[in-house]
C-alpha cells in the first residue's frame, strides 16, 4: 500500500481563549488513500464542517500533523479544490469566466483557460450554458459549475462541504448520480462533509462518524457495496443495512460524554 | 437534467364565485401585495395632481396671500423670468459645479478607506471610532467654522459637502464590503491569490453594487448641504437665490427653487439607479 494521499494525526482545535476556550477537535485521526473518496458524517456541531476547513487550510489548529503526499499543509492552495456550501460563483462572471478565474490564478494562459473552462462545463453536463451569469442558473446548476471550477485546475484532492445541502430532494439525487459518474471515471481523492447518511453510504469508500462534545472521530466503516454505482443500488439490502448501522453510530456518537 | 428548479405547486387551491372576489380584492390591500404598473402610476401621478390643485385652489380663493403663497402660476412665471435673464441658468452652473466637486473628493476617499477598513480589522480600529465620531458632530455646527477657515468661497463649499457626505459614506462603504460572503474571499484563498488580489479581483467587484447604492444614497444627502453652504455664505448659486429672495419677499422665486432643487434631487437619483442596474444587470443581489 502506497502512503496516504492526505495524513491527518493528532489533530486537535479549540475556539477562543482563556476561560471562554472550547475544544472543538480531539485527536483526529485519519488517513485518505489516493483516490478515495472518504466522507465525514455526524450531527451538527461535531466539528466536521471545522475539519474539512483546516484541511483546505482556511483555518488554524493547535496541534498534531497535517500534511498531503507527504508535505504539511501550511495555507490555502491550489492543490486542494473546495466546493463550499454556499455558492460562491462570482456573480459578475458567467459560468465559462467562473472556471476561467480559477485556472488564471493556477497560470494557465488564455487558449489553455478557454478550452479547458469548456471541457470541465461538459464534463459536469452544462455545456449550453457557458455565457450564462449565476443569477440565470438553478442552485443545481450553480453547483456543477463550482465543482467543475475545483476540478478543472487538477488539484490532488478536492474537498466538499456539504455541496449539495441547500438543494431539493430531487436535485440532490441527480448531483449524487452525477458526482458518482464523475468520479468513478476520473478517479480522484476526495473528503467530503455530509449529514445525508444516504448520500455518504452512496457516494463513499469510506465513512467516518464524528462525535461532538468535543468532535472526533468514533468509528469508520468501510462502504463495500460494488461500482459503478447507480440509484438502484439505494434499495439493496447492503446499502440499507449499512445506512441503518451508520445511523445508529452518529446516534451513539451524538450522546453527549460530558455536559459543555 | 435539473435544469429547471422544482415545479412550484399553486399555492391557493380553486376558490370560486364571491369568494374569490373578496379573495382578490382583499389581496390588493394584503402586505406585500403586488399592483399592476399602472395602477401605481395612476396612484403617484393622482396624489401629485391633488397637491398642485389644493395648491392652486387656495391661491385662487385668495385663503392665504400672495406673500405667504404664491400661485402656481406666478412661481411658473417667475422662474421663466429668471430663466429668460440668465439668472437661473448661472445659480445652476454655480450649485452643480459645487456639487460635483464636493462629492467626487468626499467620494474618492470614502471608498478606498472604507474598503480598507472593511476589510482589514486594524484598519477599522484605528479609523471606524473615529469616523463614527465625528459624523455624530451635526454638520450645520461646523458652518462657522468652514468660513473662519475658507470664508466664502468654493472652497468653504467642497468642506461643507466633504463633512455632511464623506464619514457617512465610509462606514456604508465599510458595511458593503463586510458584506461580501466570507465564502468568496475563503475561494480567492483557496485558489492561492495573494490578499492584494482577493481585494481587487473579488471584495472590490463584488461590493460593487451596494458602494454604486450608497454613493447615490450620499448623493442625494450632498444636495442638502450644498444649499446649506450657499444658505449662509455664498454670492451665487440656488441656495444664495433663496436667501437674497427672503430679503425681498419674492416667495414665488424661494418656493420655485425649492421644487426645482427637489426635481434635480430626483432626476440625479433617478439616473443613479438607471447607471447602476445598467452597470450591474447580471448581479442578482443589486
Excluded at chain 2, 116 to 136: K, M, Q
Excluded at chain 2, 268 to 280: E, R, S, Y
Aim: proline content about 5%; some cysteine; glycine content about 8%.
Amino acid at each position: 500500500m502506497n502512503s496516504p494521499k492526505l495524513r491527518i494525526k493528532g489533530l486537535h482545535k479549540s475556539f477562543g481563549t482563556g476561560a471562554r476556550r472550547t475544544e472543538v477537535l480531539r485527536d483526529i485521526n485519519l488517513d485518505l488513500a489516493d483516490n478515495e473518496f472518504v466522507s465525514l458524517v455526524g450531527t451538527s456541531g461535531c466539528g466536521k464542517s471545522t475539519l474539512l476547513s483546516i484541511v483546505a487550510g482556511l483555518q488554524d489548529f493547535d496541534s498534531g500533523d497535517l500534511d498531503i503526499d507527504g508535505s504539511p499543509i501550511l495555507k490555502p492552495g491550489l492543490d486542494r479544490g473546495v466546493v463550499f456550501q454556499s455558492y460562491t460563483l462570482l456573480p459578475w462572471l458567467t459560468a465559462q469566466q467562473n472556471i476561467e478565474f480559477a485556472l488564471k490564478a493556477a497560470g494557465h494562459d488564455r487558449a489553455a483557460c478557454r478550452r479547458i473552462a469548456l471541457e470541465h462545463l461538459d464534463l459536469v453536463k452544462l455545456p449550453r450554458s457557458a455565457n450564462l451569469y449565476p443569477s440565470e442558473l438553478s442552485g443545481g446548476m450553480k453547483q456543477r459549475v463550482a465543482i467543475a471550477r475545483a476540478l478543472s485546475y487538477r488539484p490532488k484532492m478536492l474537498l466538499m462541504d456539504e455541496p449539495f445541502g441547500a438543494l431539493d430532494a430531487l436535485t440532490r439525487h441527480q448531483m449524487q448520480e452525477l458526482l458518482t459518474q464523475i468520479w468513478e471515471e476520473h478517479r480522484l481523492t476526495v473528503l467530503f462533509v455530509t449529514h445525508d447518511v444516504e448520500e455518504a453510504v452512496y457516494l463513499s469508500d469510506r465513512i467516518a462518524v464524528m462525535g461532538i462534545g468535543p468532535g472526533r472521530i468514533m468509528r469508520t466503516f468501510d462502504v463495500d457495496i460494488e461500482r459503478p454505482r447507480r440509484e438502484e443500488v439505494m434499495e439493496s439490502a447492503a446499502f440499507m443495512d449499512l445506512q441503518r448501522n451508520v445511523h445508529k453510530a452518529i446516534r451513539e456518537a451524538s450522546r453527549r460524554p460530558e455536559m459543555a | 437534467m435539473p435544469d429547471e428548479p422544482a415545479v412550484k405547486a399553486n399555492p391557493s387551491g380553486p376558490v370560486t364565485g364571491l369568494a374569490a372576489r373578496q379573495a382578490t380584492r382583499r389581496r390588493s390591500f394584503g402586505i406585500g401585495a403586488p399592483i399592476a404598473r399602472s395602477r401605481f402610476l395612476m396612484i403617484a401621478v393622482a396624489v401629485f395632481a391633488g397637491l398642485g390643485l389644493a395648491w392652486w385652489a387656495a391661491t385662487g380663493l385668495e385663503l392665504v396671500k400672495p406673500i405667504f403663497l404664491p400661485s402656481p402660476a406666478s412661481v411658473v412665471t417667475q422662474l421663466g423670468k429668471l430663466w429668460a435673464d440668465g439668472t437661473l441658468l448661472i445659480d445652476l452652473k454655480a450649485s452643480i459645479y459645487r456639487i460635483s466637486v464636493g462629492f467626487l473628493i468626499a467620494s474618492a476617499l470614502s471608498i478606498p478607506i472604507g474598503v480598507l477598513i472593511g476589510s482589514f480589522r486594524t484598519w477599522e480600529a484605528a479609523i471606524e471610532p473615529l469616523v463614527d465620531f465625528i459624523r455624530y458632530m451635526p454638520v450645520v455646527a461646523f458652518v462657522p467654522l468652514s468660513i473662519l477657515w475658507a470664508g466664502t468661497s468654493d472652497a468653504q463649499k467642497f468642506l461643507i459637502i466633504f463633512i455632511g457626505t464623506f464619514f457617512q459614506q465610509v462606514l456604508m462603504i465599510m458595511d458593503n464590503v463586510k458584506r461580501v460572503p466570507a465564502d468568496f474571499v475563503g475561494l480567492g484563498r483557496t485558489l492561492g491569490l495573494p490578499d492584494r488580489k482577493i481585494l481587487t479581483r473579488i471584495v472590490v467587484p463584488s461590493a460593487l453594487p451596494g458602494i454604486w447604492d450608497t454613493l447615490r444614497i450620499s448623493l442625494g444627502w450632498a444636495w442638502t448641504w450644498l444649499v446649506l453652504a450657499e444658505l449662509v455664505a455664498a454670492t451665487s448659486g440656488l441656495g444664495y437665490r433663496i436667501t437674497v429672495s427672503q430679503r425681498y419677499f419674492q416667495t414665488n422665486t424661494i418656493i420655485g427653487y425649492i421644487l426645482l432643487l427637489g426635481m434635480l434631487g430626483l432626476i440625479t437619483d433617478q439616473v443613479m439607479k438607471a447607471l447602476g442596474k445598467a452597470l450591474f444587470r447580471q448581479d442578482s443581489r443589486s
